[in-house]
C-alpha cells in the first residue's frame, strides 16, 4: 500500500479486514487496491465503485477460492480501530471467517464510493502541486554589532549551484549594507553543500566582495552537516 503513513480510518479497518481473512484465504493478502479489483470491472469508473455496475461482484464469498468454504468456522483475529468516547482506541476481534466475510460484506459498498472518492481527491492534489511554479529561497541570519536579523532572498532560479550562492551573498550584503551602513569586517559561516559553499569559486570570489564593499576582512568557514541548515553572517559595524 503505498504512501500509507497516513490513512484514515476507514482504509486502515478494511485492511485490517483483509489481513484477518489472508491468515486462511492468500488472495486476500495483496492489500485493498488488488480486493477491489477482484471485485470491481474498474476501479477508476466511478459505476462500479458506486456499486451501480451490474458486471460487478455483489458477494465477498464469490472471489474465495472453492477450498475455503469448508473453513467458515475457522476462528480468526483482527485488529480494529473504534472511537470510545472522545478517544481513538485499537482493538481485537475474534471470531469466525464466516462473520468476518459478513462484516467485509458490509462494509464494501461504502469503502468502494470512500475509495473512489479519495483517490480522485489525491490526484488533484498532486495534478495541482506538481503545477505549482517552484522557487528557490536562500535564508541568512546576520549578527551584527548590536542586533539579530534575519533575511529570505527568493529566486526563480532552481539550480542552487555555486554561481546562484555568490549572487544570493552578494544581495544579502548589499541590503544589509543599504540598511545598516558600511561593515569593517564579515565572516561568513554556512554547513551547507560543498559545492555550493566550499570550492575554489567562492574563494576566489572574496576579494571581489571585499573591493565591492569596501571591507577590510572577509572570511568564511563551513561547519559540520549535523547543524541546523542556515547560511549566517557576523558583521563587525565601522
Not at 500500500?1 to 491468515?23: E, K
Not at 468502494?112 to 541568512?140: G, L, M, P
Request: glycine share 2%.
Amino acid at each position: 500500500m503505498p504512501h500509507n503513513m497516513y490513512v484514515c480510518m476507514r482504509h486502515a479497518n478494511f485492511s485490517f479486514l483483509l489481513m484477518g481473512c489472508a491468515t486462511v484465504i492468500e488472495c486476500f493478502s495483496e492489500g485493498f487496491e488488488t480486493f477491489l479489483k477482484l471485485v470491481c470491472c474498474n476501479i477508476e469508473n466511478e459505476n462500479c465503485t458506486t456499486n451501480d455496475c451490474e458486471k460487478c461482484k455483489k458477494d465477498v464469498k464469490d472471489i474465495v477460492p472453492l477450498k475455503h468454504l469448508s473453513k467458515m468456522d475457522a476462528n480468526v483475529k483482527w485488529q480494529y480501530w473504534r472511537k470510545l468516547g472522545d478517544r481513538v482506541v485499537l482493538t481485537y476481534t475474534v471470531a469466525a471467517l464466516s462473520h468476518l466475510l459478513h462484516e467485509l460484506q458490509v462494509q464494501l459498498p461504502i469503502f468502494k464510493q470512500h475509495f473512489i472518492v479519495k483517490v480522485v481527491c489525491q490526484n488533484e492534489i498532486q495534478s495541482a502541486h506538481f503545477n505549482y511554479r517552484q522557487v528557490s529561497i536562500f535564508t541568512c541570519v546576520a549578527w551584527m554589532f548590536n542586533e539579530t536579523k534575519s533575511f529570505a532572498e527568493i529566486s526563480d532560479s532552481l539550480h542552487h549551484s555555486k554561481i546562484d550562492v555568490q549572487v544570493f551573498i552578494t544581495k544579502l550584503i548589499q541590503e544589509i549594507k543599504k540598511q545598516h551602513g558600511k561593515f569593517e569586517s564579515i565572516f561568513v559561516f554556512s554547513d551547507g553543500s560543498s559545492s555550493q559553499f566550499k570550492n575554489k569559486f567562492i574563494t576566489w570570489s572574496l576579494p571581489d566582495l571585499l573591493a565591492e564593499f569596501g571591507c577590510k576582512n572577509l572570511s568564511g568557514t563551513i561547519l559540520q552537516r549535523h547543524m541546523v541548515k542556515v547560511q549566517s553572517m557576523a558583521l563587525e559595524q565601522l
